[in-house]
Nanobody, 119 residues
Framework: QVQLVESGGGLVKPGGSLILSCAAS????????MGWYRQAPGKERDLVAV???????HYADSVRGRFTIARNSAKNMMFLQMNSLNPEDTAVYFC?????????????WGQGTQVTVSS
């Protein structure tokens, strides 16, 4: 199995910034895409940003221009730089990775880290 641990969440004021980190460990063959998802109270889990092995990125419309996703593939780590945060960004943020053994691709999730944006 692959274990994912998120860190960096916390309380931040509107307009502030925060950096989330995700560290992957365990039975890693090859990590392909890595992404961040979030789930606010009463809502479903939605994509925030995803980054491919080549570095190509995609962002949700709600965060495009404010958030930046990055990865360090050699260290099996991923980051999310969040700027200009607003209360609508309040959610539990989850790390997600795709791990391929060359035949089958497996999807793994972290436990999540809470981000709260409030005055």
């Amino acid at each position: 199995q692959v274990q994912l641990v998120e860190s960096g969440g916390g309380l931040v004021k509107p307009g502030g910034s925060l950096i989330l980190s995700c560290a992957a460990s365990g039975n890693i063959f090859r990590i392909d895409a890595m992404g961040w998802y979030r789930q606010a109270p009463g809502k479903e889990r939605d994509l925030v940003a995803v980054i491919s092995a080549s570095g190509a990125t995609h962002y949700a419309d709600s965060v495009r221009g404010r958030f930046t996703i990055a990865r360090n593939s050699a260290k099996n780590m991923m980051f999310l730089q969040m700027n200009s945060l607003n209360p609508e960004d309040t959610a539990v943020y989850f790390c997600n990775v795709e791990n391929s053994d060359g035949v089958v691709t497996y999807d793994y999730w972290g436990q999540g880290t809470q981000v709260t944006v409030s005055s």
